[in-house]
């Protein structure tokens, strides 16, 4: 089982940008995809959460209204779209899949992506 996220780079304060995470190895269209980050000297915290047929969505509180998250289970993908990004977006963004509830604690989580460096100047 492979999760491999692409996409991250350096932009600039008000800029889009889109990082995605692509899975191998097994069937992953049922489980839930969600988003992770971490910036430097803080801990993993949750960024966005996707349902198995992207029905249902949930949001951390600093990103509502700024980023959307999708999955194409054709291509067991699932995309992060990052608009009027901003310096505290700055981090390593981490895919991961969970085969439990939707939710927002990295526990339940079962597979993780190695990240990719989102870095935002201002």
């Known amino acids: 089982v492979q999760l491999q996220a692409s996409g991250g780079e350096l932009v600039q304060a008000g800029d889009s940008l889109r990082v995605s995470c692509v899975a191998s190895?097994?069937?992953?269209?049922?489980?839930?995809w969600g988003w992770f980050r971490q910036a430097p000297g803080k801990e993993r915290e949750f960024v966005a959460a996707?349902?198995?047929?992207?029905?249902?969505?949930n949001y951390a509180d600093s990103v509502k209204g700024r980023f959307t998250i999708s999955r194409d289970n054709t291509k067991a993908t699932v995309y992060l779209q990052m608009n009027s990004v901003n310096s505290e977006d700055t981090a390593v963004y981490y895919c991961?899949?969970?085969?439990?509830?939707?939710?927002?604690?990295?526990?339940?989580?079962?597979?993780w992506g190695q990240g990719t460096q989102v870095t935002v100047s201002s």
């Open positions: 991961a899949l969970s085969s439990r509830a939707l939710g927002r604690a990295p526990a339940l989580y079962d597979y």
């Open positions: 190895g097994r069937p992953f269209s049922l489980y839930v």
């Open positions: 996707i349902s198995w047929n992207g029905r249902v969505t």
